[in-house]
């Protein structure tokens, strides 16, 4: 993509969703490259858009920035799975969709979004109001 700066801090906060505050951080700490040019003067590029896009999703997906840097320098994929060793503890989503019917989600894993998971969610919902009939699953068929 074309890397030459064409954003100000302005409009690349506006296009990444995200306050001046915390790319000026992101940009401090190392996550995103310095822009061309400093102060108001100051120009950001298609590459540094991109950086807080993949800073944000990731962000999103619980991951730390340490490993959020790490995966920014590689090119590792964004969450390795991890093996389960006998003794470890994982943190899970437990969504009630009907009687009989739960979603479980390990967050570290799934690579969603909460906006996302709150689609993924909304569309499980939707399917079995659909396939039984009902409004809404805390409903009996509709009439």
């Not at 906060?13 to 996550?31: E, F, H, N």
């Not at 108001?40 to 896009?53: D, K």
Request: charged letters at 20%.
């Amino acid at each position: 993509m074309n890397s030459t700066p064409s954003h100000t801090l302005a409009e690349l906060c506006t296009l990444a969703d995200l306050p001046a505050r915390t790319v000026r951080y992101y940009v401090q700490i190392g996550l995103v490259d310095r822009p061309q040019g400093e102060t108001r003067a100051a120009r950001y590029s298609t590459r540094q858009l991109e950086q807080l896009l993949l800073i944000k999703k990731w962000t999103a997906a619980g991951l730390s920035l340490d490993r959020i840097r790490d995966l920014l320098q590689g090119d590792e994929p964004p969450v390795a799975p991890r093996p389960r060793a006998p003794g470890s503890v994982e943190v899970r989503s437990h969504i009630h969709i009907a009687d009989g019917i739960d979603v479980v989600i390990e967050p570290g894993r799934a690579g969603l979004s909460p906006e996302q998971l709150r689609q993924f969610l909304a569309g499980a919902m939707a399917l079995h109001a659909h396939i039984t009939g009902t409004t809404n699953p805390d409903q009996g068929p509709t009439p």
